[in-house]
């Protein structure tokens, strides 16, 4: 394991768990992959906010449309088996298509690029106003002209993946989420992972409303069956199986279901989602980001009650994702929150002797402020923000308890010293941060209490 690595994802799940709380977001299951292991795997918060049920590593998630990913693994493995092509039209599979659709490849549909609706005249199923599509509606709704025309510009469809589905179905002889689950599922050795929520049989995380509104959450069962969709949207799993298989689909791994070829195929930047300021790119079911040794892949998921979202990292070798059961849930900026801390103990290296007791999260009655230590120096990040060490102050440690504050904002103290205060037993108790004394939590609380609390 990289060095730093092990600091940096103590850090990860102190400021996961900080973050849910301070959004007061009902939960949130992480888990990060090093290569393909699996060295953080955590949950915070409630499965159900109805019943107070603790939301724990092996609940189930509806990853919705991270399904994209295994549906294009699912024909990759049909195209190294010869029983395929990608520039094969997707008429040859599936009839009663409009012309233009049939004459779509299933490289363009696979990356979005087909021209194809979204969701049809009438997406209510997103809404819970009606049931998921069933395959005789997607070809229905295929069967009229389309937005566009093939290989004008990304344009997202789960009724084309929908489509993908019906050509694994032609193609195989069986049933989508049967092959699925023998061909890509099994072989990745993937235990909690099914392809629909009628397959799942373990504990189930409940999704769940914004407060908005009603001003309170209310929960959405999350339990629809997606019928004709599956192959866009139907896969439930636990963030471990979720960080197995998609760090498996990284062109470095050792160890996968597709061969490199197939993989960096998957993961290449096909079309540009041009149109937003994210800086995303489309692939073969994968979602693409970032930029220099950063660059990520892989994708993200929203279903009524859930947001998702996978990255991975090839330079670093690192596989990240993050489930939330909320429909307003905060998986994307989480995910960025993380690599932002994963960058900076890649910089600043992990801590050492003389940094370690340079740590902790101190408070006063305007907020807590987190010390995080490196090799060589220890930052204040505010695990209030999506990115903790945004504006970070900097701390050069003199002597064991001395330092100084030698990088800050104007308005803050550089150029001030810095203290540890320690307790009779030799541990820190308190920190002196230029002038502002940051205690502890418990110790605010009763400050607070003190000074503020009325009796009736």
């Known amino acids: 394991m990289t060095p730093w690595l092990p600091a940096a994802l103590a850090y990860v799940s102190s400021w996961v768990e900080f973050q849910r709380a301070h959004h007061d977001q009902p939960g949130c299951a992480i888990a990060i992959a090093s290569g393909d292991k699996v060295v953080l795997e955590a949950a915070f918060g409630s499965a159900d906010l109805s019943t107070g049920e603790p939301l724990t ?10 399904s994209k990913s295994f549906t294009s693994a699912g024909l990759l493995r049909l195209v190294e088996a010869g029983r395929l092509r990608l520039d094969d039209k997707v008429g040859t599979y599936v009839p009663g298509l409009h012309p233009d659709v049939s004459a779509a490849t299933i490289g363009q549909v696979l990356s979005n690029s087909a021209g194809l609706t979204r969701d049809g005249p009438d997406n209510g199923q997103f809404f819970d106003r009606k049931p998921y599509c069933s395959k005789e509606e997607v070809l229905a709704d295929l069967s009229v002209a389309q937005p566009y025309p093939a290989s004008e510009r990304f344009k997202y469809s789960n009724h084309g993946f929908a489509l993908l589905g019906m050509v694994i179905e032609a193609v195989t002889g069986g049933a989508y989420a049967d092959w699925i689950a023998r061909e890509v599922v099994g072989p990745a050795e993937l235990t909690e992972t099914r392809p629909d929520i009628t397959l799942w049989s373990g504990p189930m995380a409940k ?91 892989a994708h993200s998921g929203g279903f009524q009650g859930f ?126 941060l230029g002038g502002a004394h940051v205690v502890s939590e418990e110790t605010l609380k009763a400050e607070m209490l003190e000074r503020y609390a009325r009796t009736a």
Not at 57 to 66: E, K, M, N, T, V
Not at 211 to 230: E, F, Q, S, T, Y
């Open 207 to 297: 999704g769940h409303s914004p407060k908005a509104p009603l001003g309170k959450r209310l929960v959405i069962p999350g339990d629809n069956p997606c019928h004709g969709m599956v192959s866009a949207a139907g896969f439930v799993a636990t963030a471990a199986d979720v960080v197995r298989y998609f760090a498996q689909l990284s062109p470095n791994s050792e160890r996968s279901i597709l061969s490199p070829l197939s993989r960096r195929e998957m993961s290449r930047r096909l079309w540009p989602d041009s149109e937003s300021s994210l800086g995303r790119h489309y692939g073969l079911g994968t979602i693409s980001g970032g930029t220099g040794d950063w660059e990520w892949f």
């Open 57 to 66: 590593p092996r609940h189930g998630f509806r990853i919705a449309s991270h």
């Open 307 to 432: 947001i998702t979202r996978t990255a991975v990292l090839p330079k670093q070798d690192l596989t990240i994702t993050v489930l939330t059961n909320a429909i307003d849930g905060l998986a994307h900026p989480w995910l960025d929150g993380i690599i932002e801390i994963l960058k900076a103990f890649e910089s600043n290296g992990a801590p050492s002797p003389a940094t370690l007791d340079w740590c902790g999260r101190w408070w006063t009655i305007w907020g807590c402020g987190d010390l995080v230590p490196f090799e060589s120096k220890v930052l204040q990040a505010n695990p209030a923000l999506f990115n903790p060490f945004l504006d970070a102050q900097e701390i050069s440690v003199e002597s064991k308890d001395l330092g100084r504050i030698v990088r800050a904002s104007g308005f803050n103290s550089p150029g001030e010293p810095a203290r540890l205060v320690r307790g009779a037993d030799g541990k820190v108790q308190s920190v002196w």
